[in-house]
């Protein structure tokens, strides 16, 4: 199934929203629980969040170590 330009849109959206976030925590990171739990609000299950940051992080928007995530 093809995303449609919307749904590229609206995870594009996402994406930048988990990046910004993850700059604003700064030098100590961001915890994985509080950005779940954020995305889980709106309807995100684990698994869609876990697709998500290993996403981020294969890209280099990211670097996980632990449950915390560095922007880079």
């Known amino acids: 199934m ?5 749904q590229l849109k609206a995870l594009k959206s996402i ?23 954020a995305l ?4 995100c299950s684990e698994r869609q969040f876990e697709s998500l940051m290993a996403g981020l992080v294969r890209a280099n928007k990211l670097r996980k170590s632990g ?3 560095f922007a880079l």
């Open 40 to 43: 889980m609000a709106h309807g």
């Open 15 to 37: 994406c930048d929203a988990v990046i910004d976030s993850v700059k604003l925590a700064g030098p100590l990171g961001a915890p994985a629980g509080p950005l779940y739990a």
């Open 2 to 6: 093809n995303p449609t330009v919307d």
């Open 67 to 69: 449950h915390l995530y």
